[in-house]
């Protein structure tokens, strides 16, 4: 694919630039007569060109060497060639000439360096998806006549060498943060794309060695809330599933700087992220459990719950503590497989040093987490049950002499009984209450 500026005899600076869809299908259409392509509106209101096979119901162009605007529902003749015009967003088409294609260098320097990357990637991508077939049978059905479209695809992946990487993008964004004349609103808006970005592994490892998780941490110590949450958004998701992120984030103190927000005043959204930043950060990372509860984690934690009257944490906390209690459990009982690799040993190890659920008895978890059985919501109910399950081991006696458990649990046992039996409820609902049922007759008889 080249870059091609067009012709005419206006100024160069007023040009649009012109990504020429060269359509030169006449090799392989030439066979079928009557085959065109039209450009024609999808159900989502966006603009396709389409193959349409023999002219069907679409009023054909004649091209001339002009360009013309192609209007939705239109069609050309094979061979025509198909411009976007970046600057109305049109396509256009004209007599296919093979001469197009190859135009002065100069011309051409000086037309590419019109527009921006950003513009051309949107664009590029706007036109990969237009070419995409509708579905894998369509393409089947096609796939000899569409040769040339898969060479178009190909020459469009290559154009996209042209257009900013993941990390030159980073980079840039790190250094508008960094500078000291950007705005808290334009800081927000880079904390939005990076957090976008960095879902993918490889860029929350290119941040980290760009210096920027260590600006992000830093950020969580700003003196605004909405910046507070952006960045406990941007490290919690580059954090989540990337182990080399998480060790750099503890390195960089991340840990202390979140629980010391969970800790102090700030608003419940803010709490919600920085939950969130937490919990991935401690997902799977033993090293950063076990420093979690020497910092006082759980007692933090249980200050949370219980000022949380609204409910919005809360659910949150147990799922949290549920999801570490069984990720312990999981890997102790892969660890009695003797055939185990020395790595999982190691794992083994770690975990054996997070003693979490003694930490959670301590903190009065045992009678905290039963609170959340008061909630309206199925699904609060369920996360404190399977977490009331999990402690069991420790928390039974506890549950024994709770002064209302007992009684909440046939509570609870009768409504989905009455949800079960009644024919209100659809197939699916029965089983998710069946579930429930089954949950709530294991916790009952370990109270007996
Ligand atoms: C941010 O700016 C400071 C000083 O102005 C510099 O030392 C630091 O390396 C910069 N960080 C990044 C990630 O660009
Ligand atoms: C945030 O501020 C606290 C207290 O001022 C400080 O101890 C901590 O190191 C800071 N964290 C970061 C990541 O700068």
Same mark, same amino acid.
């Given at each position: 694919?080249?870059?091609?500026?067009? #012709?005419?005899?206006?100024?160069?600076?007023?040009?649009?630039?012109?990504?020429?869809?060269?359509?030169?299908?006449?090799?392989?259409?030439?066979?079928?007569?009557?085959?065109?392509?039209?450009?024609?509106?999808?159900?989502?209101?966006?603009?396709?060109?389409?193959?349409?096979?023999?002219?069907?119901?679409?009023?054909?162009?004649?091209?001339?060497?002009?360009?013309?605007?192609?209007?939705?529902?239109?069609?050309?003749?094979?061979?025509?060639?198909?411009?976007?015009?970046?600057?109305?967003?049109?396509?256009?088409?004209?007599?296919?000439?093979?001469?197009?294609?190859?135009?002065?260098?100069?011309? #051409?320097?000086?037309?590419?360096?019109?527009?921006?990357?950003?513009?051309?990637?949107?664009?590029?991508?706007?036109?990969?998806?237009?070419?995409?077939?509708?579905?894998?049978?369509?393409?089947?059905?096609?796939?000899?006549?569409?040769?040339?479209?898969?060479?178009?695809?190909?020459?469009?992946?290559?154009?996209?060498?042209?257009?900013?990487?993941?990390?030159?993008?980073?980079?840039?964004?790190?250094?508008?943060?960094?500078?000291?004349?950007?705005?808290?609103?334009?800081?927000?808006?880079?904390?939005?794309?990076?957090?976008?970005?960095?879902?993918?592994?490889?860029?929350?490892?290119?941040?980290?060695?760009?210096?920027?998780?260590?600006?992000?941490?830093?950020?969580?110590?700003?003196?605004?809330?909405?910046?507070?949450?952006?960045?406990?958004?941007?490290?919690?998701?580059?954090?989540?599933?990337?182990?080399?992120?998480?060790?750099?984030?503890?390195?960089?103190?991340?840990?202390?700087?979140?629980?010391?927000?969970?800790?102090?005043?700030?608003?419940?959204?803010?709490?919600?992220?920085?939950?969130?930043?937490?919990?991935?950060?401690?997902?799977?990372?033993?090293?950063?459990?076990?420093?979690?509860?020497?910092?006082?984690?759980?007692?933090?934690?249980?200050?949370?719950?219980?000022?949380?009257?609204?409910?919005?944490?809360?659910?949150?906390?147990?799922?949290?503590?549920?999801?570490?209690?069984?990720?312990?459990?999981?890997?102790?009982?892969?660890?009695?497989?003797?055939?185990?690799?020395?790595?999982?040993?190691?794992?083994?190890?770690?975990?054996?040093?997070?003693?979490? #659920?003694?930490?959670?008895?301590?903190?009065?978890?045992?009678?905290?987490?039963?609170?959340?059985?008061?909630?309206?919501?199925?699904?609060?109910?369920?996360?404190?049950?399977?977490?009331?399950?999990?402690?069991?081991?420790?928390?039974?006696?506890?549950? #024994?002499?709770?002064?209302?458990?007992?009684?909440?649990?046939?509570?609870?046992?009768?409504?989905?009984?009455?949800?079960?039996?009644?024919?209100?409820?659809?197939?699916?609902?029965?089983?998710?209450?069946?579930?429930?049922?089954?949950?709530?007759?294991?916790?009952?008889?370990?109270?007996?």
């Amino acid at each position: 694919m080249q870059l091609v500026p067009s #012709r005419s005899a206006a100024p160069l600076s007023s040009l649009a630039l012109f990504l020429l869809l060269c359509c030169h299908m006449t090799s392989t259409l030439s066979q079928k007569s009557g085959s065109a392509l039209a450009v024609v509106e999808n159900t989502e209101g966006e603009v396709e060109v389409t193959d349409v096979g023999d002219e069907g119901d679409f009023e054909v162009v004649q091209p001339t060497e002009e360009w013309q605007t192609l209007k939705p529902g239109q069609a050309v003749p094979a061979g025509s060639h198909v411009r976007l015009n970046l600057q109305t967003g049109q396509r256009e088409v004209r007599l296919g000439e093979e001469q197009l294609k190859y135009l002065d260098q100069e011309h #051409r320097e000086t037309e590419e360096t019109s527009i921006s990357p950003e513009e051309l990637k949107r664009v590029m991508k706007k036109i990969k998806e237009d070419i995409k077939p509708e579905s894998a049978e369509h393409q089947d059905s096609v796939a000899s006549r569409f040769r040339p479209m898969e060479e178009l695809k190909r020459e469009m992946d290559e154009l996209d060498l042209l257009v900013q990487t993941d990390d030159q993008i980073m980079r840039r964004l790190l250094e508008q943060f960094n500078s000291s004349s950007s705005t808290t609103e334009q800081r927000l808006s880079i904390l939005l794309e990076l957090e976008y970005l960095v879902h993918q592994v490889d860029n929350a490892q290119n941040l980290c060695s760009m210096g920027g998780l260590q600006l992000v941490v830093e950020t969580l110590n700003s003196s605004d809330f909405r910046l507070q949450e952006s960045s406990a958004f941007v490290l919690g998701s580059a954090v989540s599933s990337n182990p080399e992120v998480q060790v750099k984030a503890m390195e960089g103190g991340a840990l202390q700087t979140l629980l010391t927000m969970l800790a102090t005043d700030q608003p419940l959204w803010v709490k919600k992220k920085v939950l969130f930043a937490v919990a991935s950060l401690l997902r799977n990372f033993p090293f950063a459990q076990r420093h979690f509860l020497s910092r006082g984690g759980l007692q933090v934690l249980s200050e949370l719950f219980r000022g949380d009257r609204g409910g919005v944490l809360r659910t949150r906390i147990v799922t949290m503590l549920y999801d570490m209690i069984s990720e312990k459990e999981l890997i102790s009982q892969a660890g009695l497989d003797p055939g185990l690799h020395a790595s999982h040993q190691e794992l083994l190890r770690q975990y054996s040093l997070v003693s979490l #659920r003694e930490g959670l008895l301590e903190e009065g978890w045992c009678s905290l987490i039963p609170e959340l059985l008061d909630s309206t919501e199925h699904d609060f109910r369920e996360k404190a049950l399977r977490a009331m399950l999990a402690l069991a081991p420790v928390c039974v006696d506890q549950y #024994r002499s709770h002064s209302s458990l007992k009684a909440s649990l046939l509570l609870l046992r009768e409504q989905y009984q009455d949800m079960i039996q009644s024919q209100m409820i659809l197939g699916e609902e029965n089983e998710y209450f069946e579930e429930m049922m089954d949950l709530i007759n294991a916790l009952h008889v370990k109270l007996r």
